[in-house]
């Protein structure tokens, strides 16, 4: 093996030590993912160019984030009085789009705005039940579905002058290097941030709502395309603006729920940033933390003994007290906004509700509508009582009975309130991989077959493989933890000792500890660890931003688990790869995978066949809803349990083998190379790393 092969897929050498590490990849200058030409205002003197070519345009040091002082130049100003949570905002409000200008740029952008009207599928419903005729008259939900188009967000440098931005809020935005949104932001800011003012009043008018009581939202658009910012930006600003103009008073107003720790971790650091300097307390849920709740539950023993899910086998966080001394003895904590996993916030709730809390954000939310998080998620949403309650919603694939599902606890809510539309914004094709990555299905005959192919992935020696050619890190996709769990020692003594070693790998799943599931995660993220091997644990919302590849090791059990193990790379603009293997044994369930694949490249303009041969794509059989629904629930039931491990040999036998494999390629050098030199040897090492781009 060699060292040095290994190390110019992707690492660069640091100059203070022999380590060898990655560096965390920088944030890229367009993130936006949809380019369509023939997007131009009409007027000449405000030919924004729909945020994108308007910070390319500029001089970096006129940049909006420079300064506090809205640019006039590009936006027509118009007097008018703002109110706003700050005394700096500006006296004027720049113009918006007209009608034809904002059809333009959310078809340029493929950001398509639906009214799912959930008090029309009422009305159909009302009817269908009093008329059981067969020719009742009934309005399919379909027939109630209204197309809309609110103001996009043209720049970010529109966000304070139009939307009422904080300032502080812009500044953080700034700091942390963010200058033009991506699609998903375009669409999303403005109707959550001041709705009554994106969704013109002719259109409320003929759609026959009242958007200034807000809306509930629902987004579904790609992997990595910045949903996180497009739901964190609003709440801080809602509880900004709620502290200038009611009360300082801290109190919990907005809930995230997302389906792992890792995802609620990394959207607690992403809001601290976003928070900083600001007052507003984002905080993640822990085992027993307690909350500003109402109502009580009749006996509060065995708050935590609830657990199935991955949160159930982990040590509580870092404290010796049992989990019920905790929850007796803590006080409550406040904050402004809470991110939770639902088992978490589920266990602390039981029968207790949550009056102050206005909104309430379920990231991933297809999956925590979804069997196994249900019952939890819906107890957290009946336990915001508040009635100016907002649902918001978002992921990267949304079935449509998730949607329906989310209509009618709407209209259960809202049977005694007024009611709110509920506003979808779909970017791009639904359910398909992000357009910035290539498809690969690599066909292997065996189970040894893949691991093979893995290893041509990793140690890339042989041209013959039929492995794309793909920088580390990477993620790899395995179905169960036992697969992970061999998989990992499988590898693991396979990178040289020069290259870190057994250090450079790592496993990673729900029956880990808190803490050590952290620390694997901080190491992959800094670059430490350049191939992780894991579980679905880790398909949805993660964003290592140097994931140059995803390997699906065994096929994904559905067509949205391939969406979000795939979007693990690609992100925000960047290129990726994925490649997925299969054996005879997938073959059955390979249609659901090969369809998204095609669809996918279809969006993204390749017209090639590219990841999937037109051949195999006719030849994959068709499998049955229940067969769909046993394989997403269990997988392959080959894979399942110890029944077919990866490799038969114990640590020690690989260990031994590897360590004869490396002292025969060091002998074989050594030879080749003749006399020691050094500087030579540094010399020609550092002509043969292609490195990453800093
Ligand atoms: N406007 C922007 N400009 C540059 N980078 C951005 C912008 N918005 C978000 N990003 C970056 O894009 C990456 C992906 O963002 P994020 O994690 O929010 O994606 P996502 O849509 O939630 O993905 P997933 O569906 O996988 O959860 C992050 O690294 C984030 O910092």
């Keep these: 093996m060699d ?43 405000q030919d924004v160019q729909f945020g994108r070519a308007h910070a390319e345009d500029e001089d970096p040091s006129l940049d909006f984030f420079a300064s506090r002082e809205p640019k006039q130049s590009k936006l027509t100003a118009q007097p008018a009085v703002i109110e706003g949570p700050s005394k700096d905002i500006p006296k004027t409000e720049p113009s918006f789009l007209d009608d034809d200008e904002v059809r333009q740029v959310l078809r340029s952008h493929r950001l398509k705005f639906t009214l799912l009207s959930h008090h029309e ?42 939307w009422k931005l904080s300032p502080r809020l812009e500044d953080n935005l700034a700091d942390q290097g963010y200058r033009i949104p991506t699609e998903v932001q375009l669409g999303s800011l403005p109707v959550l941030i001041r709705p009554e003012k994106a969704i013109s009043t002719t259109a409320a008018a003929e759609l026959g709502i009242e958007p200034e009581d807000g809306i509930h939202f629902l987004a579904v658009a790609p992997t990595g395309s910045g949903k996180t910012l497009a739901f964190l930006i609003p709440v801080i600003n809602d509880v900004l603006r709620r502290r200038a103009e009611i009360t300082k008073d801290r109190v919990l107003e907005t809930i995230i729920v997302v389906p792992t720790r890792e995802l609620a971790e990394q959207i607690t650091n992403e809001g601290r940033k976003l928070t900083k300097n600001t007052g507003v307390k984002i905080v993640m849920m822990k085992r027993g933390m307690r909350l500003p709740a109402e109502g009580r539950m009749e006996s509060e023993d065995n708050e935590e003994s609830n657990s199935e899910s991955e949160d159930s086998n982990d040590s509580s966080d870092g404290s010796d007290l049992d989990a019920n001394e905790q929850v007796k003895e803590a006080t409550p904590t406040r904050a402004d906004i809470l991110v939770t996993t639902p088992l978490l ?68 809510r809202d049977r005694d309130n007024r009611v709110i539309p509920l506003v979808r914004l779909v970017v791009g094709l639904k359910d398909t991989a992000v357009p910035s990555i290539g498809h690969k299905l690599v066909y292997c005959a065996t189970e040894q077959g893949k691991l093979f192919a893995l290893r041509q992935i990793l140690h890339p020696q042989s041209s013959s493989a039929s492995v794309p050619d793909m920088s580390l890190p990477i993620l790899v996709f395995t179905q169960t933890i036992e697969r992970a769990t061999a998989l990992h020692n499988e590898l693991k003594f396979d990178f040289p000792v020069e290259a870190g070693g057994p250090s450079r790998i790592a496993a990673l799943h729900s029956s880990l500890s808190d803490s050590a599931r952290s620390d694997i995660v901080r190491r992959f993220r800094s670059g430490e660890i350049w191939a992780l091997v894991t579980t679905d644990l880790l398909m949805r919302g993660l964003d290592f931003r140097g994931v140059s590849g995803v390997v699906n090791y065994d096929v994904p059990t559905s067509a949205a688990a391939y969406v979000h193990r795939v979007g693990r790379t690609g992100r925000a603009g960047r290129p990726g790869i ?12 390979l249609k659901s995978i090969a369809n998204v694949i095609s669809q996918s490249e279809k969006q993204a303009g390749k017209t090639d066949d590219g990841g999937v041969p037109k051949w195999l794509l006719e030849s994959l059989p068709k499998i049955s809803k229940e067969e769909k629904k046993k394989l997403k629930q269990r997988g392959i039931e080959s894979r399942r349990g110890n029944a077919n491990k990866i490799t038969t040999k114990s640590a020690w036998e690989r260990r031994k083998e590897n360590n004869r494999r490396e002292a025969i390629a060091r002998s074989k050098k050594r030879k080749l190379e003749g006399p020691n030199d050094d500087t030579q040897d540094q010399e020609s090492a550092d002509e043969e790393w292609g490195g990453l781009d800093d």
């Design 121 to 162: 599928d009422r009305k159909a419903k009302i009817t269908k039940s009093k008329k059981k005729k067969k020719d009742a008259p009934t309005v399919k939900p379909k027939d109630a579905k209204k197309i809309l188009f609110p103001q996009p967000l043209v720049s970010f440098t529109q966000l304070r002058a139009a």
């Design 345 to 412: 916030l589920g266990n602390f709730l039981k029968s207790r509700t949550l009056p102050t809390v206005r909104s309430l954000i379920l990231d991933e939310g297809d999956v925590l509508l979804e069997q196994r998080f249900l019952e939890q998620t819906l107890q957290i949403w009946s336990a915001c009582v508040n009635p100016s309650l907002r649902l918001r919603c978002f992921s990267a694939t949304m079935g449509a009975h998730i949607e329906e599902l989310i209509s009618n606890q709407l209209s259960k």
């Design 3 to 45: 060292v040095l092969k290994i190390l110019s897929r992707g690492a660069k050498k640091t100059s203070s030590s022999q380590a060898f590490e990655f560096k965390p990849a920088p944030r890229v200058q367009d993130p936006q993912l949809y380019h369509d030409k023939g997007v131009k205002r009409k007027r000449d003197d």
């Design 578 to 589: 994925a490649c997925t293997f299969y054996t005879n044994d997938d073959v059955p369930y």
